[in-house]
């Protein structure tokens, strides 16, 4: 049988969301921790698709005539791993 008196429930509900407001306001991160945050995903999107560009156009300047094929190709890719990168960033933190 339960002894406890339904105000003494009540009180140790009170106290226990009181614990949970007080640890969610201790662990709220700051502006500049939140900037460094979104700055760090932009840079895990933006670096492989920059460097498939700078990559697929030294291939096709290596080839003879114009060609852009190396150069969509590979910021097309460096667009997907981008994309993986911040997933799986984003499930770690």
Known sequence: MNTQNPHDKLKHRVEQQAQR?????????SLLAQ???????????????????????????QSSG??????????????????INVCLFIRRH
């Open 21 to 29: 407001i007080h640890k969610a306001e201790s662990e709220r991160s």
């Open 66 to 83: 114009y060609s852009a094929s190396w150069t969509l190709n590979l910021v097309v890719l460096g667009t997907l791993l981008g994309g």
């Open 35 to 61: 900037t460094v945050f979104i700055g760090t995903l932009g840079l895990l999107f933006v670096v492989p698709m920059v460097a498939g560009a700078f990559i697929g156009a030294w291939i096709d300047h």
